[in-house]
């Protein structure tokens, strides 16, 4: 196993439709865990949410997050990030959404669903990275 990598020896894993595991807290303490599309910008990992959905009230109650995404093949290419995220409501969530849907459902015009939605940006932009891979032993 191969530890302590940088993103960059991560090759295409972070432009690969593999949803992201984003790690908030609840307001009780407890954890959750949900699926989320992302995108890597500018070395660090922006999604989108409903506005005021879960994710959003335990981001703004807590701001410390992580995101965690793990190939389900070899070599297990995976990257978990740790840090504090801002969010914030976009104005015009059509650009990113376009992204997204044509990255995770191969149909740009799927975004189209979310244009009366009201989103937010979700953005951790630093923190404490751990990557990792099998490429050692396969």
Known sequence: MRKNLNVDDLGD???????AMLATRRTDGRILISPVWHEWVDGGF????????????NIK???RITILVA???????????S????IELLDDHMP?????????VADEAYAETFRDDKLELIRLESG???????NDTH
């Open 71 to 81: 190939e389900h093949e070899t070599p297990y290419r995976s990257i978990e990030v």
């Open 13 to 19: 894993l972070l432009v690969r439709p593999i949803l």
């Open 96 to 104: 990113i959404m376009r992204r997204l849907a044509a990255r995770y």
């Open 46 to 57: 922006v999604m989108t949410t409903w506005a005021n959905d879960i994710k959003s009230r």
């Open 128 to 134: 404490v990275i751990r990557a990792w891979d099998f």
């Open 83 to 86: 840090g504090e995220a801002t």
């Open 61 to 63: 109650a807590d701001p």
